[in-house]
């Protein structure tokens, strides 16, 4: 299964690919990380229905996770890609924020890279 990861923190990326280091080797995910909404975006117009998940980050600088989340479930992709939500907080405003834009779950960090991995079991 091909995951974006779009977080502008770039340690993101070998924290990932450390916690998932087995699953890679196995083939079982590859993941493709953008620093940026817009990155994503671009990375998503010239990969079309490549990313069967996308990881995102709510605070980005320019484009925010919500609004990259409005951009694929509403204005682009079908069927859109799933669209997990993951942000420093976990208040309710930005929860009901991202349900009401399409996310298909919402994760708060420090990321449970367990819960992560049993949610990802079920998709696909």
């Known amino acids: ?25 196995n083939g079982e995910f590859n993941f493709v990380f953008a620093f940026s909404g817009e990155e994503a975006l671009s990375y998503l117009n010239s990969h079309q229905h490549e990313a069967v998940l996308i990881l995102s980050d709510i605070n980005m600088p320019g484009m925010s996770g919500l609004q990259l989340l409005e951009e694929i479930k509403h204005k682009h992709y079908k069927p859109p890609p799933v669209v997990m939500i993951i942000t420093a907080y976990g208040d309710a405003e930005n929860f009901n924020t991202a349900k009401k834009l399409g996310a298909d779950d919402f994760l708060t960090k420090p990321v449970d890279f367990i819960v992560l991995k049993e949610k990802l079991k079920t998709i696909n």
């Open 1 to 25: 299964m091909k995951i974006l990861v779009v977080d502008d923190e770039q340690d993101v990326q070998a924290l990932f690919e450390q916690r998932f280091r087995r699953e890679i080797k």
